[in-house]
């Protein structure tokens, strides 16, 4: 996918989110596995710490999961996260980006968040994306990525 039409989507803070951003900004969406798991905490807190170089460099930063409001809310707030969670419980943006894809966990498959992230520009297009991300380090070279462009 080089384009993303417009999406609307519901997010904490009980806000309405458009993707891409109509306010101008670039927008990093990250897709992570599971609300309050070692590997996505760590990373949410990556994108907290790092959170004012991204709105310095014009950009939003949206978290993604299946996981329900209520969960994203509690989430949020234990973490102290300065950006907003979109509840994609139905997986549709999920599905649009590609990331529900088959995996293994302990020999077994199933279906399941590849984490991955995206910046996006104002008018929808893709400017990089990174699938099967590893934490350690991502946030670091997303930021690069988004001060460079």
């Known amino acids: 996918m080089d384009k ?23 927008i990093v969406l990250y897709f992570y596995p599971k609300d309050a798991t070692s590997g996505c905490t ?18 939003v930063i949206y978290g993604v999961s299946k996981d329900n409001m209520a969960s994203h809310e509690k989430f949020k707030k234990n973490q102290s996260f300065p950006f907003e969670l979109i509840a994609d419980e139905d997986g549709t ?3 649009a980006f590609g ?6 966990n302990n020999g077994e498959e199933k279906m399941g968040i590849v984490r991955s992230t995206f910046i996006i ?4 297009e893709i400017l990089q994306s990174w699938d099967k991300v590893a934490v350690g380090g991502h946030v670091d070279e997303v930021l690069a990525a988004v001060q460079s462009l």
Not at 99 to 104: G, R
Not at 121 to 124: A, K
Request: proline share 2%; aromatic share 10%.
């Open 99 to 104: 990331v529900w894809q088959s995996k293994f």
């Open 121 to 124: 520009n104002s008018d929808g």
């Open 93 to 95: 943006l999920c599905e």
């Open 42 to 59: 760590l990373e949410g807190q990556d994108f907290r710490d790092n959170y004012q170089a991204f709105v310095d460099a014009n950009t």
């Open 4 to 26: 993303v039409s417009a999406i609307n989507c519901k997010a904490t803070s009980n806000l309405d989110v458009s993707i891409p951003d109509t306010k101008g900004r670039k």
